[in-house]
Structure formats: structure tokens, C-alpha cells
């Protein structure tokens, strides 16, 4: 079984930075695309950005340029650097580790607030 569990979110004005984490229990977080998603009100969760067991990475349009995605797996631990946030990113940020379908595990989320 996996536990993920993230920090670092917040409230932030528009034009700030937020750096959240995601930290996995078990040995599996090295061999795992790790992702973060994030589901505003009243939308779906979507992908926000994704990173490969090689380092490989990719995101959404809306945050290409300003969203930084690393992994560190000597600690277990994701991370998402969120530069120039505006009130559109407003949203709760889950986390994600998936090894195919049978490992497939989410955080229990952390909220995002940009204030305008």
C-alpha cells in the first residue's frame, strides 16, 4: 500500500509562488509516473504535469512556462514549483503515482488559492 501526502499549498496573490510537495511511503515511488492534477469547482480534475521514473516531463498548456515539475527518489518526494499563479490555478492539487492499474494511488489533496 501507498500514502501519499502532500504540502505546501496555500493562499497567494496573483503573481506569487507556491511550491507543493508530495511525499510516498513504500519502494515503489522510483519506478512510478508521478503526476499532480487538480480539480477547480464545478470542473474536472485535469492534468497539471507529470514526470517519468527517467526524469522525462510534461504539462498543460495553461501552465507551460510557469509550473516546474522535479522528483527526488533518494527522499520519496514530488514536487511542483507554481510561479506566476493567477486566480484561474485556483484549484486542490492532488497528487498521483501510477505503475500501472493495479498501483494507482492519490493524495488526499491540498488547496490552491490565488487571490485576485
Known amino acids: 500500500q501507498v500514502q501519499l501526502v502532500e504540502s505546501g499549498g496555500g493562499l497567494v496573490q496573483a503573481g506569487g509562488s507556491l511550491r507543493l510537495s508530495c511525499a510516498a511511503s513504500?519502494?515503489?515511488?522510483?519506478?512510478?509516473?508521478m503526476g499532480w492534477y487538480r480539480q477547480a469547482p464545478g470542473k474536472q480534475r485535469e492534468l497539471v504535469a507529470s514526470v517519468t521514473s527517467g526524469g522525462s516531463t510534461n504539462y498543460a498548456d495553461a501552465v507551460k512556462g510557469r509550473f516546474t515539475i522535479s522528483r527526488d527518489n533518494a527522499k520519496n518526494t514530488m514536487y511542483l514549483q507554481m510561479n506566476s499563479l493567477n486566480p484561474e490555478d485556483t484549484a486542490v492539487y492532488y497528487c498521483?503515482?501510477?505503475?500501472?492499474?493495479?498501483?494507482?494511488?492519490w493524495g488526499q489533496g491540498t488547496q490552491v488559492t490565488v487571490s485576485s
Open positions: 513504500g519502494s515503489i515511488f522510483r519506478l512510478a509516473i
Open positions: 498521483n503515482l501510477y505503475l500501472g492499474s493495479a498501483y494507482d494511488y
